[in-house]
């Protein structure tokens, strides 16, 4: 029997890899009520030696809310039911069960728990359920989300060895396991805009604003968050643009439109200064979009992988790229990777059929920072570029600011190649 030295094997398909990633969970969605779908899913089965191959039907329970929000954490059970494979040896194992699902149309993957199991040949392995949570695709409101079979692995871990076997549907993915109805939430009102921003006593300010139902609307002005009795109206067309116009005649700090939300837009209120008058001019230069460092990173040791005729997986990180963005504006960008084939320059050696995949990541490291920044989809890495985080652009609104991007990487390796040292050069480049 071949034993692996590495816990994950590839759960990629062409041109996207899935990483069964932990951590927190954050603002799991309120209890709804739940359903309770079973599937017949028919699978082909990659067992590890001397246990064979096979393939047949294996019944999947699914539970899932029946609604919830775009951009909600929900609880998902998944019970897959008997293996269609039949063990043919006797032997107790910790296994741990990782399923990758098909969420609308993103890749997620829930892990379970380890669990002792007593096999006994010839009779099927049914692993227990697996309860973990899901996250509802952002931009999904108002239709229903299928969840649906992509992968399922089973590491059967027996002394220092991992045992793997994978379980891919035909057709990968499955027919829906069970559905989510998306809510079609209307998009709050909010002011978007003062024409000027600033002025003395006598002002007259026009208000815009977007998404409120058409018809009349009002504005208003306030100081330290009180009302300064400065009012006006206007009206929202069917589009929901709204237009609003109000004289600021007392000191004010913020302008905004009656029944929208978030924060009113900043107004700043020009005091008469008595005495002699010294203006004084500043001129802000825009700095540079970067990405550093400018030299690079040195390359990094993913480690070691003995050939045993089986495709294999290798984890890594990629370090973390700066990103500046000191242009002062209202611009956004987008980092994306590229790479090189892995290869050895000096023996000629190369890998042709090697992937490698990120799990992006992008956190702000300035706190001061006007905007945040967006991972991308986990995926391959190839020679056409993969857009890895971006930071969106802001309209009316400054943007700009300092970040970190990077993520976890996992290098998919054939079964058979040269023994020998290889290099790819993935290169994160910001536009």
Known sequence: MSTGTFRRRVLAGAGALSLALTGGVAGLAG????ATKTTTVFVQCDAPDPQPDGSGNQTFTVTLPDTAKAGDTVPITVDPGPSPL?????????????????????????????????????????????TK????????????????????????????????????????????????AVEALPKDPVTTKLTPNSGKAGTSVAVSGANF???????????????????????????????????????ADAIRID??????????????????KNPVDVEVLPGPLGIGPKDGFPASEWGKVTINGKPQSVIGQFNAATVQ???????????????????NEATGHSMANAQIGIQPSCTVTNPDSPSTCTAGAPGAITDTPMKVASQAAGGDQLTGGEFSVGGAGMIQLPSFMFADTYQSVVTFSVA
């Open 325 to 343: 963005d000191f242009r002062g504006g209202s611009l956004g960008w987008d980092v994306t990777a590229t790479r090189t084939p892995f290869l």
């Open 259 to 276: 029944g929208s939300t978030g924060a009113a837009k900043s107004f700043v209120f020009i005091e008469e200064q008595a005495g002699v």
């Open 86 to 130: 039949l063990p043919q040896f006797a032997v107790t194992t910790e296994n741990t069960t990782k399923i990758t699902l098909v969420v609308g149309s993103a890749k997620q993957t829930i892990i379970g728990d380890p669990e002792t199991v007593t096999v006994t040949p010839g009779v099927p392995l049914d692993p227990k359920p697996v």
């Open 213 to 251: 139902p058409a018809g009349p609307v009002t504005c208003s002005a306030t100081l330290g968050g009180t009302a300064t009795g400065d009012t006006g109206t206007g009206s929202a067309d069917a589009s929901g643009a709204a237009a609003c116009t109000l004289t600021v005649t007392k000191k």
């Open 31 to 34: 209890t709804a009520q739940a």
């Open 133 to 180: 949570t899901i996250k509802v695709p952002d931009g999904s409101e108002g239709t229903t989300v299928d969840v649906k079979l992509d992968l399922i692995v089973t590491d059967a871990k027996l002394g220092a060895s991992v045992f793997t076997t994978t379980c891919t549907p035909a057709p990968r993915p499955s027919a829906s396991l069970g559905s989510i």
